[in-house]
């Protein structure tokens, strides 16, 4: 059973997992696992590799639905609304949750039609003006305007591997999210860049609830307010960042913390 | 001595190299264990086994054309060829019965002037099979020999071997270039003479093809050597009809099969696809012509166009169309399952429906490999003979109506190959010039499509 620290306020849920399972095929991945994730702060799925927190975050915009073979129990509830409800139509709800994946993927488009290709399919934009505009504010707030303005007609697959990152982020910002799911966002990233990711994490933070799942606990400790560490399938331990980090409870916890495994 | 006994030789010569050689390396670590090979023990045993086979094997190629002509000229120096008559097609009719009987061929001979020869073929043939067989062992050896006293340890056998190796593949390479550009000269020769007789203006822009293989050869009326109808009836059919069924069909079948179908109905129906494009091209015409003329007949007949013939160019183009749905559908599926699934989830996740994906992200991404398979489709139609001879006729007609009887280049020049024509005359190397400007044509097509692609696809990596 999870533990969770108790010296946790209420907080905001955006979203609340409820005994979710995923299967793949007939092996269970992720085992009745329940969360709430907060709007107001980061959080941060760790955990060794093949623990499922990458699976775990994929339920929460219904990307496993890609996935043949893997099935999901459970609920998870956007604002009280069940996404794997009969009311909930998984192409909104996809613009509701947004993603950014482990290696950048723009599309081999303009950096400008990468941008746009949220807010068109959506019908958010009607005149080239609108469009001008949030492709303009996305990439304000993905930190990479000032780098690309002028050159905004070049191929998304043009720039360094950091830029696309954040030219992926600016993507899923531009149909205007409530929730962004980052998915290791910085692995295939040097340190530099990565360092621009945090820091925009951070800047985002707020605005919209975001999840992180990050392989580097450093990371976990820099970017988010809570942490969830998943072993197994199952969430050892769910709390403020600063306690799982300074005073885990569960064995399992201290351990992969102090680098005795992961 | 045929060559095949020589090839063994060759190869069993290769193998007693192989294993010495790599003895030999072997000996080196075993004397001292602190010596370390430069080169692995197989590649020193490669080394050897590759000069033993290669200069043999070039020797045999070389022997047995020389091998023949030493024969022969032993032969004619004997006394017994002074009863041969001087020239000619009796002379040699007696030579090659004479051989065949020396080299056991045949059991006797008919022409009795043939049966003195016999005994100098036979001696002549044995001799130079000996001189063979013994410059063949000779040249192994020494080739062996060379070869095995520079196994050393510190000889770098691993880099001639594989340098060995890329030449070879090089050369298989070469091969294909160079037919290439053996069928052009071919081609071009032959165009150049036709261009000599018929005005290359009059062929290129005249409207009229009727030409007449019976007319004299000296002053062909070039008025008849118009061949606009026969490049219209080929891209009508090929290019135009064809495509119109092919495009679209073959697009969307790849589309379902890679974005919609389950993974184990598409493995039963890419296959089945497939064999589509196996059928020979004479079973499409027996359908064109029995089973999809008639049809468009009768279809055409009952809107109120009386006058439908059984051989239209839309029967032939529809069936070609059918034809190339393969080539089309399985080149675009390919390109289309080989886009990184990175690109679709990326799309999926910002909430695209599978359709957007499919048409914004996909398709241009996968666009080299979808107009590659047109162009290869358009080739393969344009190139096509069986389907319009038998549903479209023979027949060369300016129109731009499908139920029109239409022919198209490549039935021209069977038509004109095949009949009792001579070479010199213009009718029969039209086909020659048909036959080039369909090259260029290809050519020329195959060049726009690498340009557009490269123009407009989307490189994803």
């Not at chain 1, 941008?115 to 304000?140: F, M, N, Q, R």
Request: glycine residues 8%.
């Amino acid at each position: 059973m999870t533990v969770i620290h108790d010296n946790l306020e209420e907080t905001n849920a955006k979203m609340r997992a409820r005994d979710v399972s995923v299967y793949y095929g007939d092996k269970k991945a992720i085992d009745e696992v329940s969360i709430d994730i907060s709007a107001d702060y980061v959080t941060a799925f760790i955990g060794p590799s093949g623990c499922g927190k990458s699976t775990y975050l994929r339920c929460f915009n219904r990307m496993n639905d890609t996935i043949p073979v893997a099935r999901v129990t459970g609920t998870i509830e956007l604002e009280d609304e069940d996404i794997y409800g009969s009311g909930m139509d998984v192409v909104q709800l996809r613009a509701r949750v947004g993603m950014v994946f482990q290696k950048p993927n723009p599309f081999p488009k303009s950096i400008y039609d990468n941008i746009a290709y949220g807010p068109k399919i959506h019908g958010l934009v009607e005149k080239k003006a609108d469009t001008d505009e949030v492709v303009e504010k996305s990439l304000v707030r993905a930190g990479l305007w000032d780098e690309v303005k002028d050159r905004l007609d070049e191929s998304g697959t043009a720039l360094s591997g950091g830029q696309q990152q954040r030219l992926c982020i600016a993507r899923a910002i531009a149909v205007d999210p409530e929730v962004i799911l980052m998915d290791e966002p910085c692995s295939a990233l040097d340190p530099i860049a990565t360092a621009k990711i945090e820091e925009l994490i951070n800047d985002l933070s707020g605005r919209y609830a975001i999840v992180i799942v990050t392989h580097s606990m450093q990371q976990a400790a820099r970017v988010s307010q809570r942490t969830a560490f998943f072993h197994l399938g199952k969430i050892v331990e769910y709390g403020r960042t600063s306690d799982i980090f300074t005073n885990p409870i569960e064995e399992r916890t201290k351990d992969y913390i102090t680098g005795r495994y992961g | 001595m045929s060559p095949i006994t020589l090839i063994l030789i060759a190869i069993g010569l290769g193998l007693a190299g192989w294993l010495a050689g790599r003895a030999k390396a072997w000996s080196f670590q075993k004397s001292d264990p602190s010596i370390r090979l430069v080169a692995r023990p197989n590649y020193h045993a490669w080394y050897v086994a590759v000069w033993i086979v290669i200069p043999v094997l070039a020797f045999i190629v070389l022997w047995s054309i020389v091998a023949p002509q030493l024969v022969m000229q032993s032969v004619l120096a004997s006394p017994a060829a002074n009863v041969l008559p001087d020239f000619g097609f009796e002379r040699q009719s007696i030579l090659s019965e004479a051989r065949a009987v020396a080299s056991g061929n045949a059991q006797a001979v008919f022409n009795p002037d043939a049966q003195g020869l016999v005994k100098p073929f036979y001696g002549a043939i044995s001799r130079y099979n000996i001189i063979g067989l013994v410059v063949t062992i000779i040249i192994g050896f020494g080739g062996g020999a060379f070869a095995f006293l520079r196994v050393k340890p510190d000889f770098r056998a691993r880099t001639r071997v594989e340098r060995t190796v890329m030449i070879v593949l090089l050369l298989a390479s070469l091969v294909a270039i160079l037919t290439t550009f053996g069928i052009f000269a071919s081609l071009v020769f032959e165009t150049v003479r036709f261009f000599g007789m018929i005005s290359p203006l009059d062929f290129l822009f005249g409207t009229y093809w009727s030409p007449d293989p019976m007319s004299s050869a000296a002053n062909p009326d070039s008025t008849r050597y118009g061949a606009i109808p026969l490049f219209w009836g080929t891209i009508f059919i090929g290019a135009i009809i064809a495509m119109i069924v092919a495009i679209p069909l073959g697009l969307m079948s790849a589309v379902y099969l890679t974005q919609y179908a389950n993974p184990r109905l598409r493995a039963w129906v890419k296959p089945a696809l497939e064999i589509l494009a196996g059928v020979p091209t004479v079973v499409y015409g027996y359908f064109a012509a029995l089973t999809v003329a008639p049809v468009i007949r009768d279809a055409a007949v009952a809107v109120g166009i009386s006058n439908a013939s059984t051989e239209s160019a839309l029967a032939a183009g529809v069936v070609m169309g059918v034809m190339i749905i393969p080539f089309v559908s399985s080149m675009a599926d390919d390109s289309i399952a080989a886009v990184p699934s990175a690109m679709r989830d990326g799309s999926l996740a910002m909430g695209a429906t599978q359709s957007e994906t499919i048409k914004r992200v996909l398709f241009p991404a996968a666009l080299p490999g979808i107009v590659a398979g047109v162009m290869l489709a358009v080739s393969r139609a344009i190139g096509e003979t069986m389907i319009v001879v038998m549903a479209a006729s023979t027949a060369a007609n300016l129109s731009a109506n499908p139920l029109d009887r239409m022919t198209t280049v490549t039935v021209q020049i069977v038509k004109m190959l095949t009949g009792e024509g001579s070479f010199d005359h213009p009718a029969t190397l039209s086909a020659f010039a048909l036959g080039f400007v369909l090259f260029m044509v290809t050519l020329v097509l195959n060049f726009i499509a690498l340009r557009v692609v490269k123009r407009f696809r989307e490189a994803y990596d």
